[in-house]
């Protein structure tokens, strides 16, 4: 079954930077865009990025454009997504998903910027 495992959040100082990964497996990871969400507290799932399979397309919300950047091994079936310049807004549990719906994700890493 689709298996989708996210590390590399925590605290952080706004301003600073973090990298999400997200660990794959049980598809045919290659064949698919794969996509970062997030949901804030009190807040719905919102759509941060996608990456199409051999990375040829990325795509960010314009208002986090800058700071974003998406990225993915498909050997190793891996997605990463690099945040700079991290605002308190951006605090969230942040998803690696198989769609933009977010019916196939993660358990989802925690990511605080506080400070």
């Known amino acids: 079954q689709v298996q989708l495992v996210e590390s590399g959040g925590g605290l952080a100082q706004p301003g600073g930077s973090v990298r999400l990964r997200c660990e794959a497996s049980?598809?045919?990871?290659?064949?698919?865009?794969m996509y970062w969400l997030r949901q804030a507290p009190g807040k719905g799932l919102e759509w941060v990025s996608s990456?199409?399979?051999?990375?040829?397309?990325?795509s960010y919300p314009d208002s986090m454009r800058s700071r974003l950047y998406i990225s993915r091994d498909n050997e190793k079936q891996l997605v990463f997504l690099d945040m700079n310049d991290l605002k308190p807004e951006d605090t969230a549990v942040y998803y690696c998903?198989?769609?933009?719906?977010?019916?196939?994700r993660g358990q989802g890493t925690q990511v605080t910027v506080s400070g």
């Open positions: 049980g598809f045919t990871f290659n064949l698919y865009w």
């Open positions: 998903s198989r769609d933009r719906e977010g019916l196939y």
């Open positions: 990456i199409s399979q051999g990375s040829h397309t990325r």
